[in-house]
């Protein structure tokens, strides 16, 4: 679970065309289960359904989640869409924050027609859903080898944000400047959460 920069290369956006795959089904029943028994990830598709959005799930790989939006110029309606892979990813808590990573960029997309070709904008949302989904807890970055105590969370957010920067081609060269650039801003935005589940994890 080290940190490992996503790359663009090695990252095939193919479905599953085989329904009857093993790990297909497996994934889907992971999801339902997860989006029913974790209150942070119900919250979020509580909050992305108000918003008026659906959200398709798809199982691809190589990676263990992923994020689509659509052309927020597009005239089509809105459809965000979460990926997730169960088959590289292999303990339920990394599971369960995938989903919730992915959820928020589904959400801030669903609220401000996020467009990733620019960097501040993915800057922001990557802050946001590193440090809302639990992959920057005490718990994940000691499964990650890292030990930092004070100033975990936020030190953790801006790596983690700064490594997605840098899978997109638009913002690879500017990648820690644009996480800076929004870090403050975005880092203390909560939304959906208020005060009282941010303090329950």
Same mark, same amino acid.
């Given at each position: @679970? ?8 090695? *990252?095939? /956006? #193919?479905?599953?065309?085989?329904? %009857?795959?093993?790990?297909?089904? *497996?994934?889907?029943?992971?999801? !339902? ?11 979020? +598709?509580?909050?992305? !359904?108000?918003? #008026?959005?659906?959200? $398709?799930?798809?199982? +691809? ?32 808590? =990394?599971?369960? =924050? ?14 401000? %027609? ?5 960097? !501040? ?10 440090? /809302? ?8 970055? @000691? @499964?990650?080898?890292? @030990? &930092?105590? =004070?100033?975990?969370? $936020?030190?953790?957010? %801006?790596?983690?944000?700064? /490594?997605? /920067?840098?899978?997109?081609? *638009?913002?690879?060269? *500017?990648?820690? &400047?644009?996480? !800076? &650039? ?12 208020? %005060? ?6």
């Amino acid at each position: @679970m080290a940190d490992q920069a996503p790359s663009a290369e090695n *990252v095939e /956006l #193919g479905i599953f065309e085989d329904t %009857k795959h093993p790990d297909y089904q *497996v994934c889907l029943n992971t999801v !339902e289960k997860t989006i029913k028994s974790n209150e942070k990830v119900q919250k979020l +598709v509580d909050a992305i !359904e108000a918003l #008026g959005c659906e959200i $398709p799930k798809k199982c +691809v790989g190589p990676m263990t989640g992923g994020f689509i939006s659509s052309d927020p110029q597009s005239k089509e309606p809105y459809v965000p869409q979460i990926i997730v892979c169960q088959n590289q990813i292999k303990d339920s808590i =990394t599971f369960q =924050t995938t989903i919730a990573h992915e959820l928020i960029h589904a959400y801030d997309a669903c609220r401000s %027609k996020l467009d990733i070709s620019k960097c !501040e904008q993915h800057a922001c949302t990557e802050i946001r859903a590193s440090s /809302l989904s639990g992959e920057c807890s005490v718990l994940s970055e @000691m @499964m990650r080898g890292r @030990m &930092q105590l =004070t100033k975990g969370l $936020p030190e953790c957010a %801006k790596r983690r944000a700064t /490594l997605s /920067l840098q899978a997109n081609p *638009v913002c690879r060269g *500017v990648a820690a &400047q644009a996480v !800076e &650039q929004a870090f403050e801003k975005c880092f203390n935005d909560w939304a959906p959460f208020d %005060k009282n589940d941010i303090l329950k994890g």
